[in-house]
């Protein structure tokens, strides 16, 4: 230890005094001008950092980190000061975490948000409400249930004298926060399991009695859930934690355009219900989190209403694009849906992580109410009433009030720059020939991957096992391609395997979602593959 250290952790004591003086904010100038400056540290030193290195992280790799980060044991006596811990954040952490907020990061659905974000985030923090309850919120309670409506009318466009009628009944639930996509996800099928088994003369509800009694009781065989192949995995979560077993969370075929075969749909239907099986909930996705496809909801739609089939949509990823005049018809339909998920932490530009979860009927979450003497009382306003979740930041504040500071119109040029310039990507991706467009882009996320000329010129005359056989190559290839790429950490476009044409195809994932990225920078980095390729690449692609 150097003697400056020494000096500075001497005057780090654990006692009364000191734990008394981090509980109480600073009477005096100077200690809040210093309570100021690490604010404008974690701001602007964070930011600056972050324009610095245009790069996505810097080359160290995951082993020589580990070996930095193997202490197991809690130290005694405090070690830093908050200046330290703020510096070191900044100085050791933050340039091997991954700067989402480049523009060149151009491979998930997490991206740069408004810095206005980090003031709102540090206001819930501040007041640390928890809105289990209204001992520990009361008005942020109240306020939640205004923005709650807000967005059950953007989903579900009910008229004035509705929400004058629920925005603020304690005996109407509109939706609910809860952590993010997935626990969204599983809140909405929670819900519609349990009104498929209700109680009855012998039966005190699937809740109380479990999925076995249930089945035997409404004499079925087996409870499933029906989406397309391209489902996001956290609905086999859900197949699993709500005891239906996750193989009943079947998968239908999608067309070529990666949207659920609704033939297919109807198909599996009539098989279901000939097997004697509960069909829990239909879900159409808005947003695939591969493709970015939209399902078709109306269709959708159509047919659970025809068999009186609980109807989910998945609008984690595309669900703001209603925010769009000029794109929100491409979920036309939603409106029909009894239950919905949004994350305010993917298109709504939050800071991580927010899901939430919207009902039509708003007394479908009663199918899933829990009491306890001590909160959440029988009759009260609290709204851990009607919750997957117990504790939970009041992440609303930050939804709403960035709302605020955005209108839907701020949204809208956020959500249209994304689409349109998906769209040029892949006229771009067309126009060069190393490439092959896999997905075209409905919202703005697109799939292509390397198709060398050499690999081109056999594919129109191969056979399906000779195609196995190239795609193999192929592969391969786009694999390699996208691991040199995100080692060389000046870009990033993420990876995934999709089935097309009857092959499972390695394909370059993009999802354009930040505002500083441009039509150049798409450039610049399909410039940067094609000459991995070139130079790393091209003579393995020929043997
Ligand atoms: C369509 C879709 N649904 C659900 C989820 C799950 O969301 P989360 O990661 O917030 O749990 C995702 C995540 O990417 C998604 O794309």
Redo the contacts with the bound molecule.
């Keep these: 230890m150097t003697t400056s250290k020494k000096e500075s952790t001497a005057s780090l004591v654990a006692d009364w005094e000191a734990l008394q003086r981090i509980f109480i904010r600073p009477e005096k100038d100077h200690g809040r001008q210093r309570l100021v400056k690490y604010m404008e540290q974690i701001l602007f030193g964070l930011h600056d950092f972050l324009k610095e290195h245009v790069g996505i992280t810097e080359d160290v790799s995951l082993q020589e980190l580990s070996d930095r980060y193997m202490d197991s044991e809690i130290n005694l006596l405090p070690s830093q000061k908050l200046a330290d811990v703020i510096k070191g954040i900044i100085d050791n952490i933050a340039p091997h975490a991954v700067n989402v907020a480049s523009p060149y990061f151009i491979g998930h659905?997490t991206s740069a948000i408004p810095f206005f974000m980090v003031h709102l985030h540090t206001i819930v923090a501040a007041l640390n409400q928890n809105l289990v309850k209204l001992e520990t919120s009361k008005v942020v309670s109240i306020w939640e249930r205004q923005l709650l409506s807000k967005i059950h009318r953007l989903l579900f466009q009910k008229d004035t004298s509705f929400y004058a009628d629920h925005i603020q009944n304690p005996s109407s639930t509109l939706g609910a926060f809860v952590?993010?996509?997935?626990?969204?996800?599983l809140s909405a099928m929670w819900v519609a399991r349990n009104r498929l088994f209700p109680n009855c003369d012998t039966f005190a509800g699937l809740e109380r009695e479990g999925v076995g009694r249930a089945l035997e009781v409404y004499k079925k065989k087996r409870a499933v859930i029906l989406v397309s192949k391209m489902?996001?995995?956290?609905?086999s979560k859900a197949g699993g934690i709500l005891g239906i077993g996750n193989d009943n969370v079947i998968r239908i075929p999608v067309t070529e355009h990666f949207q659920m075969d609704t033939h297919a749909l109807e198909k599996q239907i009539h098989q279901l219900n000939s097997e004697n099986a509960a069909i829990i909930a239909v879900i159409a996705?808005?947003?695939?989190?591969e493709t970015g496809t939209i399902d078709p909801i109306n269709d959708i739609s159509h047919i659970c209403k025809k068999y009186s089939l609980h109807f989910h949509v998945?609008?984690?990823?595309?669900g703001p694009t209603l925010l769009s005049d000029k794109y929100r018809s491409l979920l036309s339909g939603i409106e029909h849906a009894d239950s919905v998920?949004v994350?305010g932490?993917?298109q709504l530009y939050m800071p991580m992580?927010c899901?939430m979860v919207y009902f039509k009927d708003p007394q479908a979450m009663d199918a899933v109410a829990y009491h306890s003497a001590y909160v959440n009382r029988p009759g009260s306003v609290d709204l851990g009433i009607r919750s997957i979740v117990g504790s939970r930041a009041a992440t609303s504040l930050v939804l709403g009030n960035a709302l605020e500071i955005m209108g839907k119109k701020g949204y809208a040029l956020l959500i249209d720059h994304g689409i349109e310039l998906a769209k040029e990507f892949a006229t771009e991706i067309q126009k060069r020939e190393l490439f092959e467009l896999v997905s075209s882009p409905q919202l703005n996320i697109l799939t292509y991957r390397v198709f060398p000329e050499s690999i081109r010129k056999e594919w129109h005359t191969a056979s399906f096992e000779q195609k196995q056989r190239l795609n193999e190559n192929l592969n391969q290839l786009n694999l390699r391609l996208q691991r040199l790429q995100r080692q060389a950490g000046i870009s990033f476009v993420s990876r995934t395997t999709i089935e097309k044409d009857q092959l499972k195809q390695v394909v370059l994932r993009s999802v354009l979602m930040n505002p500083m990225t441009n039509i150049t920078i798409i450039r610049e980095i399909l410039d940067e593959q094609e000459s991995i390729f070139v130079n790393h690449l091209k003579e393995r692609s020929q043997q």
């Design positions: 659905m952590e993010d996509g997935t626990l969204a996800n489902g996001h995995y956290s609905l996705i808005a947003g695939t989190t998945d609008a984690a990823w595309g998920t994350d932490h993917k992580s899901g």
